[in-house]
């Protein structure tokens, strides 16, 4: 059964790119010529580096 993105159940794509805020990292990933920005944003933590971060990111990859 085919999983989420067209990956196989199971598979892990490998990220292309990194970016860290605050002590956190966003991941970029490339999966069938779409981009995607993984970001996990802890409850609490600052959100104006979580946004530079992931603003500096998109601007990279569009």
């Known amino acids: 059964m085919a999983g989420t993105c ?16 605050s002590g956190y990292d966003a991941k970029v990933y490339k999966i069938k ?5 993984v970001s996990r944003h802890p409850q609490g933590k600052p959100e104006d580096s979580h946004v530079k971060t ?6 990279k990859y569009q």
Request: proline residues 4%; negative net charge.
């Open 6 to 21: 067209g990956m196989e159940q199971g598979e892990h794509p490998e990220s292309i790119d990194a970016a860290y805020w």
């Open 33 to 37: 010529n779409v981009t995607y920005i």
């Open 54 to 59: 992931i603003a500096e990111l998109i601007n």
